[in-house]
């Protein structure tokens, strides 16, 4: 698909930022994402939005937006969660920043424009954004969590979760710090894998304590996928209007991760020093590598993870439903 209309004022420069949308079946979702993305006060980007074997629904809101900074990829066969398509998507990047948006997050006018600025100022491979995660309103009495706090102003590989839509990576570190490798090769979430194999070949990964991330994590929502709804989205994008009044009203009712002891801190660091990632092995307690996806899918009412190697019948049953679902479109 090519990109999706004329380009803004920003004439025939290149992007100072490239961000990447990885998405799959959630047009709702994706459409808000977008609008986030259209509102920021910093113009000079493009995005990259990668559609993991979506329906033509997909491409109908991308086109719908009529920017030709938004360019849409459909990948021909679902790769079934985020490193993929992210993948794909830092490969096309052309900016000097590249930046990720999870399709069912939201960020502040203000993000790109900070990031950018804190990117410089601390002169970083790699800045992550303070972000909420946002507790679905069903979740009676539970708290939002305030993540990507560091120590000192960088990250620190026991106490820093930096999830992806609160990452900006300068395009020149990439090939140095490497692709996010799949889930089913990590002993954590894909993203913070990425963030801690990149600390340990020296990047410089700055902390911005400037809250402009929303995330409302698919995995904490039953049934995500099933219906194509974003009134989360659609109520917290309005009150975006008055961003510090929303952020007045988010912080209100979250709480940050508890830090460990002293004692237990510096085991982890020096698990960290050695390797390990300091989650592995509480991780490996309750995941056994690869799981933590197939679980993901099942409360987002997604099939089971596509298979890597599949024989002859099971391609036949692919493409039967695929040519199914053409004719009934």
């Known amino acids: 698909m090519e990109p999706a209309g004329p380009r803004a004022s920003i004439g025939r420069l290149e992007p100072l930022v490239s961000v990447v949308i990885a998405t799959h079946n959630r047009p709702a979702a994706l459409r808000q994402a977008l609008k986030s993305l259209l509102a920021q006060t910093m113009p000079n980007w493009e995005a990259i939005v990668i559609g993991d ?10 086109a719908a937006f009529k920017d030709a900074r938004i360019s849409y990829v459909d990948l021909p066969v679902n790769f079934g969660e985020q490193s993929g398509p992210n993948n794909i998507g830092f490969a096309r990047a052309s900016g000097r920043f590249i930046a990720i948006l999870n399709h069912d997050d939201l960020w502040f006018p203000d993000h790109l424009a ?11 491979d790699v800045v992550l954004a303070r972000g909420a995660a946002v507790v679905s309103t069903e979740s009676k009495g ?13 990250y620190d590989p026991v106490i820093t979760v930096g999830y992806g839509s609160t990452q900006m990576i300068r395009r020149s ?17 894909s993203s913070q894998d990425w963030l801690f194999r990149a600390w340990r070949k020296g ?3 700055a902390t911005m304590p400037h809250l402009t991330v929303l995330m ?26 008055a961003p510090d009044a929303l ?3 988010i912080l209100g009712n979250a709480e940050e991760p508890a830090l460990p002891s002293r004692s237990r801190y510096l085991r982890r660091r020096l698990l960290a020093a050695l390797g390990m990632h300091p989650r592995a092995r509480s991780f490996r307690r309750h995941y056994r590598r690869g799981t933590l996806v197939a679980m993901l899918r099942q409360t987002r009412g997604l099939p089971p993870m596509p298979e890597r190697e599949p024989d002859a019948d099971e391609l036949l049953a692919r ?5 199914e679902r053409r004719e009934a479109d």
């Open 319 to 323: 493409y039967r439903h695929g040519s």
């Open 142 to 154: 539970s708290k939002h969590t305030l993540l990507g706090k560091g120590r000192g102003g960088f």
């Open 247 to 249: 952020r007045v009203r």
């Open 173 to 189: 570190s990439l090939p140095r710090l490497g692709p996010w490798r799949p889930a089913s090769q990590c002993v954590c979430e």
């Open 203 to 205: 990047a410089r990964i």
């Open 114 to 124: 900070s990031m950018c600025g804190w990117i410089d100022a601390t002169s970083a």
């Open 216 to 241: 409302l994590h698919s995995g904490a929502r039953e049934g995500s996928y099933v219906h194509d709804a974003a009134w989360e989205q659609e109520e917290l994008l309005e009150a975006m209007s």
């Open 53 to 62: 074997a979506c329906r033509a629904d997909t491409a109908a809101v991308v």
